[in-house]
């Protein structure tokens, strides 16, 4: 079984920062792609920031310049630093691995639970 831990959520003035973290835990061969998508009330989730295990980074153009995703492949870790955080901004945001259970397996995408961003004055 495959876990994506979460944390570094919370409660931040808008203009303020705050990093997220994700690790993976479990049994697996390779993590592939990595990132972070986000879903506010009433609306779909989107992608914010994705990463290759190779470094490729890929942003949407709402967070370019502000946000900035790494990872550590040898601790299976992905993460977000949010800079300059705005209202809009407020959401659930959620990290995603695409792994293989062997080096021959399909991949699989698997989701953390969750860390609520809330930017508010």
């Known amino acids: 079984q495959v876990q994506l831990v979460e944390s570094g959520g919370g409660l931040v003035q808008p203009g303020g920062s705050l990093r997220l973290s994700c690790a993976a835990a479990?049994?697996?061969?390779?993590?592939?792609?990595m990132g972070w998508y986000r879903q506010a009330p009433g609306k779909q989730r989107e992608s914010v920031a994705t990463?290759?295990?190779?470094?490729?980074?890929n942003y949407a153009d709402f967070v370019k310049g502000r946000f900035t995703i790494s990872r550590d492949n040898a601790k299976n870790a992905v993460y977000l630093e949010m800079n300059s955080l705005k209202p809009e901004d407020t959401a659930v945001y959620y990290c995603?691995?695409?792994?293989?259970?062997?080096?021959?397996?399909?991949?699989?995408?698997?989701w953390g639970q969750g860390t609520q961003v809330t930017v508010s004055s």
């Open positions: 995603s691995a695409v792994l293989r259970y062997y080096s021959a397996s399909p991949q699989y995408r698997y």
């Open positions: 479990g049994r697996f061969a390779s993590i592939n792609d």
């Open positions: 990463i290759t295990s190779g470094g490729s980074r």
